[in-house]
């Protein structure tokens, strides 16, 4: 699996463990009310609200918590006001970073994403330096346990998904954002729930970091995504999988 496939799972996998200690609620119950203020309330018809509900469930939300988010973005009930906000910057080793923020103070939002990155050998940029190399693409990660890789290709091929790269003990599937939520309710029909699935955006190359350079960008994206008001984080690093589960065990 590549290094920036990698990641995706990687990530998936900390904001498991983070969601026992209540760190990752906080975000997503921001994320769902303004998925509902702009798209609204009916996860049928709002397919940025339904990615977020099934990361919410998967991070073991409770269901009240989840529906009392989207009633205070369609003004059911009373919430704080949040916009979003998008940064652009370069990390180490050039690479490309785009940060998606969801903030009820673009000053101090802006003035914390600019010193992380500072601080992380990286740097802010003007808008558009970035956002152009980054495209919406669908990650979805299934178990080997759960099905083979000649079935899976099979599958997928008839969803449209462009590509599979997998492992010891999963399979990562990349699509196009129409071929998503086909390739997702085809893997739940057969009784497959994927350990992962999240629209994201990726990047259409990547920077090979390692070294130094590869510790530096993976502590960055932790400063980064670790911030309340970041959502998401893209960068096109390609590092060593064993080196990021090293890094991000510590």
């Not at 969601?19 to 997503?28: D, E, I, M, P, Y």
Request: glycine content about 10%.
């Amino acid at each position: 699996m590549s290094g920036h496939s990698k990641w995706h799972s990687i990530k998936h996998k900390k904001a498991a463990v983070d969601a026992k200690r209540g760190k990752v609620f906080s975000k997503l119950i921001r994320g769902l009310t303004v998925a509902a203020k702009t798209g609204g309330g009916n996860p049928g018809e709002n397919v940025t609200l339904r990615g977020l509900m099934d990361k919410a469930k998967s991070s073991n939300m409770p269901a009240d918590t989840i529906d009392k988010a989207i009633k205070r973005g369609t003004g059911e009930l009373e919430g704080v006001n949040y916009e979003q906000a998008f940064y652009e910057g370069y990390g180490p080793g050039g690479t490309a970073i785009y940060i998606d923020t969801l903030t009820d103070s673009k000053n101090r939002t802006t003035a914390n994403i600019r010193s992380i990155l500072t601080k992380g050998n990286g740097k802010m940029g003007e808008t558009g330096c970035t956002a152009w190399l980054f495209e919406p693409r669908g990650y979805i990660e299934v178990a080997t346990s759960d099905i083979g890789e000649e079935d899976l290709l099979e599958l997928a091929a008839d969803c449209g998904a462009d590509d599979i790269e997998s492992g010891e003990e999963t399979h990562m599937v990349t699509c196009d954002f129409s071929s998503y939520d086909k390739l997702k309710k085809a893997l739940e029909a057969k009784g497959i729930t994927p350990r992962m699935a999240e629209m994201s955006m990726s990047p259409q190359n990547t920077v090979k970091l390692e070294g130094k350079e590869a510790a530096q960008m993976l502590r960055l994206m932790d400063q980064l995504e670790d911030n309340d008001d970041v959502q998401n984080t893209y960068a096109n690093f390609d590092i060593d999988e064993k080196l990021m589960e090293q890094e991000t065990a510590e």
